[in-house]
């Protein structure tokens, strides 16, 4: 288990990082559904199998599908990437890669501890507490996404 | 079973690498995309946590990440579809009026 969650984890992260510097948006996209996958490996081995299916299915088959969708309905041109190029010469990511490395090592301080518990959560356990004592929760995402669907809706409208 | 700093920083590297795209993108895809690496950056991060304490809360806070990364992604791609109708370059650096050009 634990070479693949290093080889998962290393491939997520250089998926990742091609995806935030493609200029085009489809590749960037499938480089991102490919980071996806891998994270479903790395959760599958964290002793989250129920999550893992989630990532697979839910976010890398539905939301980023929905998301290619939608940048190919924008209908990119050879022109859009050329744009893209400048947009992304070499000086502009000076500045914010100083930023980012001075807020990681802020962060980074707090990653350290006393080993865990660490063991496999079934998805059994999951549903049970999700639909017992977090059933407040579960109606709380339903408005969310019902917010979602009718803001879209009206957003999508041809007048709004 | 792997230590759980491994997989916390391996969420801190993933969301870093996030907030520099967010940072460096001025293509408004780009932008939306970045945010997506840091919800799911954020996601591992709760099930290492769910994973060090050996219980589902982990789990059942990514489904709620999802939840809103859905949410927030179906807005997102509407707002996106109607500014490419006024604006085609997507370029986030234009629209920072809230209006109209004068």
């Known amino acids: 288990m634990i070479p693949v969650f290093y080889v998962a984890a290393a491939v997520a992260l250089l998926t990742t990082a091609l995806a935030i510097t493609r200029t085009n948006p489809v590749h960037a996209l499938l480089y991102f559904v490919l980071s996806l996958l891998a994270m ?3 959760f599958f081995t964290l002793g989250a199998p129920f999550a893992a299916a989630l990532e697979v299915i839910v976010y890398a088959g539905a939301i980023m599908v929905l998301f290619l969708f939608v940048i190919m309905m924008l209908s990119l041109d050879r ?3 050329a744009r893209e190029k400048t947009w992304i010469a ?8 100083i930023l980012v ?23 059994q356990e999951v549903g049970v507490r999700l639909f017992t004592s977090d059933l407040a929760a579960v109606e709380l995402a ?7 669907l009718i803001g879209a809706f009206h957003l999508g409208r041809k007048n709004p | 079973m792997i230590p759980w700093p491994m997989p916390a920083a391996l969420a801190l ?6 907030l ?7 293509n408004l895809i780009f932008v939306l995309m970045s945010i997506e690496i840091m919800l799911n950056a954020a996601g591992l991060l709760f099930i290492t946590a769910g ?11 990514l489904i709620f990440v999802f939840n809103l990364a859905g949410a927030e992604l179906a807005l997102g791609l509407v707002l996106l579809l109607r500014l490419r109708a006024r604006q085609p370059a997507l370029n986030a650096d234009d629209s920072n009026l809230l209006r109209d050009r004068p």
């Open chain 1, 40 to 42: 479903g490996v790395v």
């Open chain 1, 79 to 81: 022109a859009a990437a």
């Open chain 1, 90 to 97: 070499r000086p502009v990511w000076v500045v914010p890669i």
């Open chain 1, 101 to 123: 490395a001075a807020f990681g090592v802020l962060l980074a301080r707090l990653f350290h501890g006393a080993p865990g518990i660490s063991r496999v959560v079934s998805p």
């Open chain 1, 142 to 148: 339903s408005m969310l996404l019902l917010a979602g």
């Open chain 2, 13 to 18: 590297a993933l969301f870093l690498l996030g």
């Open chain 2, 20 to 26: 520099l795209g967010l940072l460096a993108r001025k």
């Open chain 2, 51 to 61: 994973m060090r304490w050996g219980n589902p809360d982990g789990q059942i806070m």
